[in-house]
Structures are given as structure tokens and as C-alpha cells.
């Protein structure tokens, strides 16, 4: 079993960053593919940003390509996401799920972020 725990979100204004982090337990975290997934009100969830085991492999949602970027600490039990040059439409609850089978099948709570313009 995986628990995740996610913080860094905030209010910031347009152009600036935030570094999301997710905090996991279980002994399954380092060999599990991580994703961050975002939802805005009235809006189907999204999948922003995900990163292999390893840390090598990464994909990103159009969106995002150059501004985020997904990280991993497996000593740490953690995965980032940077997130730059933040728009008005990036506002969101964002969150942090881990796929330790075929689908994702353990998420976290959610953190806001809300950039204003």
C-alpha cells in the first residue's frame, strides 16, 4: 500500500513558479511509475506530467511542455513537480498518484494552486 502527501501549493501570480512535492510511504513507492494529475472546477481531470521508476523516463500533457518539469527521490520517497512560468488557466487542484500495477491506484489528497493574472 501507498500513501501520498502532497504540499507546495499556493497563490501565485502569472509568470511565476511553485514546486509541488509528494511524499510517499510504502515499501512500493521506488518501483512505481508517478503521476501528477491537476482538476479545475467544472473540468475533467488531467494528467499533467508522469515519470518512470527510474526517474529517465518522463511525459508531459501539451499544456505544460517547458514549463513543468517531474521529478523523483526515491531515497527520499518523493516526486516534484517545478512548475514555471504559470498561467491563469494552470489553476487547479493538483494531484500527486501512483501506478504500482496496470492504473493508477493510489492518490493523494490535492493541493491548490491558483495563479491569478
Known amino acids: 500500500q501507498v500513501q501520498l502527501v502532497e504540499s507546495g501549493g499556493g497563490l501565485v501570480q502569472a509568470g511565476g513558479s511553485l514546486r509541488l512535492s509528494c511524499a510517499a510511504s510504502?515499501?512500493?513507492?521506488?518501483?512505481?511509475?508517478m503521476g501528477w494529475f491537476r482538476q479545475a472546477p467544472g473540468k475533467e481531470r488531467e494528467r499533467v506530467a508522469a515519470i518512470g521508476w527510474s526517474g529517465r523516463n518522463t511525459n508531459y500533457a501539451d499544456s505544460v511542455k517547458g514549463r513543468f518539469t517531474i521529478s523523483r527521490d526515491n531515497a527520499k520517497n518523493t516526486v516534484y513537480l517545478q512548475m514555471n512560468s504559470l498561467k491563469p488557466e494552470d489553476t487547479a487542484v493538483y494531484y500527486c498518484?501512483?501506478?504500482?500495477?496496470?492504473?493508477?491506484?493510489?492518490w493523494g489528497q490535492g493541493t491548490q494552486v491558483t495563479v491569478s493574472s
Open positions: 510504502g515499501r512500493t513507492f521506488s518501483s512505481s511509475v
Open positions: 498518484a501512483a501506478k504500482t500495477g496496470t492504473q493508477y491506484d493510489y
